[in-house]
């Protein structure tokens, strides 16, 4: 074995993508210590994006003062790779949950600062912005983020204001002729990985808001102010944005990306495999490993194993997938789409409350036994 390519998501409340590579790593060299191995740590968007493609291609962390999600100064960053030319922004990283802590109110808070990373951003000359939706404490429609560009939002008297997810309502007309002209020409791409509309039973503030500290009746206050930003950018920009898959992620903040700044959705594996030239990179691999908490039907929708498995499979290399967990329904399908063998890591029946403690432990014994048959199969 010459070369392998290590591409997993994170186990979810256990283990990092990154963990989970330095794992890969240490037991592929312990049983063969010449093999070259490529590791890709993984983020879906949010928390952690940003930190992911500057491993996987080295780059700058740029560190800018910017506008928490209540308009207070915070530091905030952002990365530079490809040689300065393209910017990974993670929306959480100035408009995240955490960043609220016991403040919980998406009808108030802003996505302004993340408007104000990509304006940093288009300063220092990038060709292309990848914004990560994901983790938001926001229901703005990404009009903060719109507003710190140079986008006008007036209301029914002609006054401008910045709008939040409590005056979305309050919006009577958009005015797009500020908006920065260093954003031109700038390619924008929104990582991605959910399909929910701006609004309705399925949108943003029904599905995400009360997650982000909204009760019922705000819910359903702060849908009504999601359908009247979309009817105005309808009507000043003729977008119909109301069922774009997607629209609604990230407190609408899909939808404001694709209004706001021509960004077009993607999902988040099909942009970093894209970014971290992947195809390139598995073309003389011996094996990829991917992985993830759990595989089942969610998987098989786009998530990382399968963005990976079908990239893999046109150049017919095998893939080994690490889970914590699989259902059995969804396995057949997953070999059909790309995956040769599938690896679980809980070595006792043992509920994921005690299991979860032992995940590291029970991860670098799996994958020394998968070694350890490789090299047993390839003495044979």
């Known amino acids: 074995m010459k070369k392998i390519v290590c591409i997993p998501d994170s ?12 794992i890969l790593e240490d037991k592929a060299k312990k049983h063969f210590p010449e093999v070259e191995v490529v590791s890709i740590p993984v983020a879906d968007g949010g928390e952690g994006s940003v930190d992911a493609f500057l491993t996987a291609l080295g780059g700058d962390r740029i560190t800018v003062t910017v506008k928490n999600p209540y308009f207070e100064d915070m530091t905030s960053f952002y990365g530079l790779i490809d040689n300065g030319q393209t910017a990974v922004i993670e929306m959480a990283a100035a408009a995240g949950l955490p960043l609220v802590e016991d403040r919980k109110d998406p009808s108030k808070t802003t996505t302004y600062g993340v408007g104000q990373l990509i304006l940093d951003a288009a300063k220092r000359g990038v060709k292309k912005i990848i914004v990560g939706l994901g983790g938001s404490s926001t229901n703005d429609g990404g009009c903060g983020a719109a507003a710190a560009v140079g986008v006008r939002f007036l209301d029914q008297v002609g006054c401008e204001f910045v709008p939040t997810g409590g ?6 007309a958009i005015d797009f002729s500020g908006r920065s002209k260093l954003l031109e020409g700038i390619e924008f791409v929104t990582m991605c990985d959910i399909d929910n509309p701006m609004y309705g039973k399925t949108g943003a503030s029904y599905i995400f808001g009360p997650q982000k500290g909204a009760n019922k009746e705000m819910v359903e206050f702060l849908d009504q102010g999601m359908i009247n930003l979309c009817e105005v950018i309808k009507k000043d920009k003729g977008m119909d944005l109301s069922e774009v898959p997607g629209g609604g992620a990230a407190g609408a903040m899909g939808a404001g990306m694709i209004a706001f700044f021509d960004s077009r959705l993607q999902m988040g594996i099909e942009t970093v495999l894209d970014t971290v030239g992947f195809d390139k990179i598995i073309s003389d691999a011996d094996m990829i490993f991917t992985g993830e908490g759990k595989l089942d039907s969610q998987s098989l929708r786009g998530k990382v194993v399968i963005g990976v498995a079908k990239r893999a499979q046109k150049q017919s290399v095998p893939v080994t997938v690490i889970v914590g967990g699989a259902a059995d329904a969804d396995i057949d399908e997953a070999y059909d789409m790309g995956i040769s063998s599938v690896f679980t890591i809980n070595r006792l029946p043992e509920d994921f409350s005690v299991s979860r403690y032992n995940s590291e432990a029970n991860l670098g014994y799996t994958v020394d036994n998968i070694f350890r048959l490789i090299k047993s199969a390839a003495r044979a």
Do not use: A, H, M
């Not at 005056?167 to 009577?172: E, H, R």
């Open 11 to 22: 186990f979810k409340g256990t283990l990092s993508s990154q963990k989970i590579c330095d």
């Open 167 to 172: 005056t979305l309502k309050d919006i009577d």
